[in-house]
């Protein structure tokens, strides 16, 4: 039985019913978490990189570094976000942060008290949702299409909660290969979208990990691109380019919001020697290093297309992405996929929940898969096996 006679100490923000539970081993295909191929990680590099930096720079990592980030880290963000994605800034509005997680979690904390809303697309980034929710945050779900959140739905939803005397803390958009739809916003949807938080006066917090992944269509620019965008923040990531366990992320804050972020910013960068090395790889090779990713995960899309087709049929609808690392798969509206997942773990397949991206609508009958970290041969493998669990448990015809 758990021990409860501390809980009156706890924060209020502190869920009371946590639990701490050994992570389940991953099954043989995972298909449930956006891992990136392990054999295009860039090991060798890496460690010929931070070799370098040290030689360079090692004596520095006595001192502590500066609270947003290694100047010349941030000078190679401000290159990159002009270059790809029309973004003018100085590394003085930059901020290092460990992956897209922790910007979630510092833009949250500094907007959201118990009870605030936050409005979204309709389904979005389950990490968010878990952030939103620790710090009390109603979600408000808007309507999507191909190109991500509609602008009539956002202004509906926005003008409903105002008759009930609610305003929107921020408006939290992935307008780039939408996690988990995969929708990607036109130029002209984003000036729609800025256009309307700026008639409601609501901040827009654009989160844009997956921009970098585009294997077809305009590469549009960012809505932090555009004029007057002193109420966006913006947010991207290297994990999806290099991975995951590098943790390495930054956030562009307008002059509007940036000494109040660093006022709950707790100034502790990722590890230097993470920072260093990446700096040292990413300066000489990363546009080669992106273009060999986007060829690579496009056969990868193409390759769980096809066996989605073969052993799914035309029992579920799929939009094919234009990018990104997550194929969204909608069953027929009586279709409960949940309590397939448990079975379908015990014969080794593993797949994201559409509820777990849900801000509020009933989301049983969707499922999203990623196709980023198995090879060709695993994916149509694991994809069948799936399929004959489907057909098993009566979800897919026999």
């Known amino acids: 039985m758990k021990d409860k006679k501390y809980n009156s100490f706890f924060a209020n923000n502190v869920p009371q019913n946590s639990v701490i539970n050994e992570p389940l081993p991953r099954p043989k295909y995972d298909f449930a978490v956006a891992f990136p191929d392990p054999d295009h990680f860039p090991i060798g590099e890496l460690h010929q990189s ?7 720079q090692g004596r520095d990592l006595v001192f502590y570094p500066h609270p947003q980030g290694l100047l010349e880290f941030r000078q190679l963000v ?44 309709k389904f979005t980034y389950s990490g968010a949702l878990r952030v939103f929710e620790r710090f009390g945050a109603q979600m408000a779900g808007v309507d999507m299409d ?16 105002q008759t009930k005397g609610i305003t929107p803390k921020f408006i939290y958009t992935i307008p780039t290969f939408q996690n988990p739809v995969g929708s ?6 984003k000036k729609e ?18 921009a970098d992944l585009r294997f077809e269509g305009d590469n549009h620019p960012a809505i932090a691109s555009l004029p007057e ?6 947010s991207g990531s290297f994990s999806k380019i ?7 992320g930054w956030i562009v804050a307008p002059d509007t919001f940036l000494p109040y972020l660093m006022a709950v910013n707790p100034g502790t960068t990722p590890s230097q020697f993470t920072i260093l090395s990446a700096l040292y790889f990413l300066r000489e090779n990363m546009n080669e290093h992106i273009e060999g990713l986007t060829n690579m995960f496009r056969g990868k899309r193409d390759c769980m297309l096809g066996a989605i087709g073969e052993y799914f049929g035309s029992e579920v609808e799929i939009i094919a992405p234009k990018g990104g690392l997550y194929l969204w798969l909608k069953f027929p509206e009586h279709v409960d996929v949940d309590p397939i997942l448990p079975i379908a773990r015990e014969k080794g397949v593993i797949y994201g929940l559409g509820n777990t991206f849900s801000t509020g609508d009933n989301a049983n009958n969707y ?13 149509v493998a694991g994809i069948e096996l799936l399929s004959n669990v489907f057909r098993e448990q009566g979800i897919l015809k026999p």
């Open 50 to 56: 931070l070799g370098e930096a040290l030689k360079d």
């Open 78 to 121: 401000c290159k990159k976000v002009k270059e790809n994605r029309g973004i003018d800034v100085g590394p003085e509005n930059i901020i290092i942060t460990a992956g897209s997680g922790q910007s979630i979690n510092l833009i949250t904390q500094l907007f959201v008290d118990p009870g605030d809303t936050i409005v979204s697309e």
């Open 146 to 161: 191909s190109e991500g959140m509609i602008p009539d739905s956002l202004t509906n939803k926005i003008e409903e909660l």
């Open 184 to 189: 990607d916003m036109s130029f002209q949807r």
């Open 193 to 210: 979208i800025l256009a309307i938080s700026k008639k409601f006066e609501i901040p827009l917090f654009e989160d844009d990990c997956y």
């Open 229 to 234: 965008t002193d109420n966006v923040l913006y």
């Open 242 to 248: 290099l991975a995951p366990g590098l943790r390495l």
């Open 367 to 379: 499922i999203r898969l990623c196709y980023g970290y198995h090879n060709l041969e695993d994916t």
